[in-house]
C-alpha cells in the first residue's frame, strides 16, 4: 500500500484524470473531495461490501440449504433465548 | 388478507399490517421496497424477509442477538430519522427495533453459512418500515461465521 501524507488544502492525483483533495481535517474525521469522470463510479467500501453480501444472501436462498443450515449450526441449544427475545419482537405489529 | 407467491414456502397470505416499506431499498435491490417477514415453528428462529414484488426476492434472517449477545447497534442521526425514531438516543433491541442479520448458506467458495453483522436489517415495528443499517465503525464482519455460534451459558441464564 502507498501511504502518502498530506495536509488540508493539498491533493493528489491517480492516474491522469482522478483528484483527490484533502478538503478538512478534524480529529479522527477527513473530509475529501474528488474530482473524476463521470465513468469512474465512486462510492463507501462498506456500501459495495454490502452490496455484494445482500447479492450472494439472497442468491444463496433455498429451501434446501435452509434445512441443512438449521442442522448444521448450533442454533438448537439457544433456541430457548432466541424465542425470549423474537416474543417481544413481534413480527407484526399488531401482535405487539 | 391477500396472498403472495414466496421463494420457500409457496403461497402464503398475509394481512397488509405485516408488510414493512423500506423507503431506499436495499443495496443490489433498490427497487425492492416492500417485504413481509415469515417465521414458521420448523425453521425457528429464522427469520424469511420476502420481497412483495418479486417471488424469487427473499432474505434468511436471524434475530442479532442469537448471533451476538452483546451487539452493539449504532444508528447515525438520518438512520433514526428514517425510521422514524427518537433522536439522540439509540432504540432498543427487542423492544422498539427488530434488529436481525442477513445469511449466506452458502455459494461459490464460500462453504460454509455465513451473517452479515456490518450490516444489519432493522425495523421499527411500530411504524413499520425498515432500513439496512451499515455500521461503519462498529469493526463488525460482513462475513461472521454461524459455525462459530455456540451456546453461551450467559445466553441461557437470560431466558
Do not use: W
Not at chain 1, 41 to 47: A, G, L, P, S, Y
Amino acid at each position: 500500500m502507498l501511504i502518502m501524507r498530506r495536509r488540508a488544502g493539498e491533493s493528489f492525483l491517480i492516474g491522469g484524470e482522478i483528484e483527490i483533495e484533502v478538503l478538512e481535517v478534524s480529529g479522527t474525521r477527513v473530509k475529501l473531495g474528488i474530482v473524476a469522470p463521470d465513468a469512474v463510479q465512486i462510492q463507501r467500501k462498506e456500501t459495495q461490501i454490502t452490496r455484494d453480501e445482500n447479492v450472494s444472501a439472497a442468491g444463496s436462498v433455498h429451501r434446501d440449504r435452509i434445512f441443512s443450515l438449521l442442522e448444521k449450526v448450533a442454533l438448537g441449544s439457544s433456541l430457548q433465548t432466541v424465542k425470549t427475545l423474537t416474543a417481544v419482537s413481534p413480527l407484526t405489529p399488531q401482535d405487539s | 388478507m391477500t396472498r403472495i407467491q414466496t421463494k420457500c414456502f409457496g403461497e402464503m397470505s398475509y394481512s397488509q399490517d405485516a408488510v414493512f416499506e423500506f423507503p431506499n431499498g436495499l443495496l443490489g435491490f433498490e427497487d425492492e421496497r416492500l417485504f413481509v417477514f415469515l417465521s414458521q415453528p420448523a425453521t425457528h428462529p429464522l427469520m424469511f424477509m420476502q420481497s412483495l414484488t418479486q417471488a424469487s426476492v427473499c432474505f434468511v434472517l436471524l434475530p442479532i442477538l442469537a448471533v451476538d449477545p452483546n451487539y452493539q447497534l449504532s444508528l447515525p442521526p438520518e438512520d433514526l430519522e428514517a425510521l422514524r425514531l427518537p433522536a439522540g438516543r439509540q432504540p432498543r433491541i427487542g423492544t422498539e427495533v427488530l434488529c436481525a442479520a442477513m445469511v449466506c448458506t452458502g455459494g461459490e467458495n464460500r462453504p460454509h453459512p455465513t451473517v452479515n453483522l456490518l450490516s444489519p436489517i432493522v425495523l421499527n415495528l411500530r411504524e413499520r418500515i425498515g432500513i439496512q443499517a451499515i455500521q461503519t465503525l462498529s469493526g463488525y464482519s460482513h462475513r461472521h461465521s454461524l459455525l462459530a455460534l455456540n451456546p453461551q451459558p450467559e445466553l441461557a441464564s437470560c431466558s
